[in-house]
């Protein structure tokens, strides 16, 4: 039984197109997040999401957007996809939004916009 | 993102090798720190997690903190090919909320040859 399952694991598409990663949790957990990991490795917070409300937003284009159904789900929808957005994307979830209940991580999904 | 500092190797050692993996920062509002592990093709997954100054042990794993120097370090006694991953080291100023924010380093590739 995966934990934190993401959909698709690859996805390449052609710049200008408009794309969404699904991500569902089985664990019970309230808090989900959205990752992306550039070709340079880092892993940087996109979006924060506790019970269904946005919590943290940092600074992504607004071409990107997030939407919760439910607590177990969070889905990461892209517009206008550009090149500089080629990179692995992690959704993860926590118990509660504090840091120190750990994320459980997805498998990533390797975006290639060509 | 400079705020993070880690080396990313790739460190080679043989089997039964003590590994030292280290990060420095250089926000001294860091309190809690972490160390993940990422196999690859996978999403990070904690292992140990930290808080404040000090050293924390499990099994063959010992995390330790100075915030003296900024400087955080992680052995690895023993190594085993399993532990053959890229180790992320990752902090925040904070429990929750917006100071939660993850900040992680590139992360160091580790391989253990039997």
């Known amino acids: 039984d995966t934990a934190v399952s993401q959909t698709p694991k690859y996805l390449v598409t052609q710049m200008g197109n408009d794309k969404s990663i699904k991500c569902e949790q089985n664990?019970?957990?309230?808090?989900m997040y959205w990752y992306k990991q550039d070709s340079k490795k880092f892993l940087k917070i996109m979006f924060s999401?506790?019970?269904?409300?946005?919590?943290i937003n940092e600074t992504v284009p607004n071409r990107f957007s997030p939407k919760s159904p439910d607590k177990a789900h969070l889905n990461l929808h892209i517009n206008s996809l550009e090149l500089g957005d080629s990179a692995v994307y992690f959704c993860?979830?926590?118990?509660?939004?504090?840091?120190?209940?750990?994320?459980?991580f997805g498998s990533g999904t390797r975006l290639t916009v060509v | 993102q400079k705020e993070v500092e880690q080396d990313p190797g790739p460190l080679s050692v043989p089997e039964g090798a003590i590994v030292s993996l280290n990060c420095t920062y250089s926000n001294s509002a860091f309190q809690y720190f972490m160390w993940y592990r990422q196999y690859s093709r996978k999403g990070p997954e904690l292992l140990m997690y930290?808080?404040?100054?000090g050293n924390k042990e499990d099994g063959r794993f010992t995390a330790q903190v100075d915030k003296s120097s900024k400087y955080i370090s992680l052995f690895i006694r023993d190594s085993q090919p399993s532990d053959s991953a890229t180790y992320l080291c990752?902090?925040?100023?904070?429990?929750?909320?917006?100071?939660?924010?993850?900040?992680f380093g590139k992360g160091t590739k580790l391989s253990v040859k039997p």
């Open positions: 664990l019970g957990h309230d808090t």
């Open positions: 993860a979830s926590s118990r509660g939004p504090g840091v120190v209940y750990g994320y459980t």
């Open positions: 990752a902090m925040s100023e904070g429990y929750g909320g917006s100071q939660g924010n993850l900040i």
């Open positions: 930290t808080y404040s100054s």
């Open positions: 999401y506790n019970n269904k409300e946005l919590i």
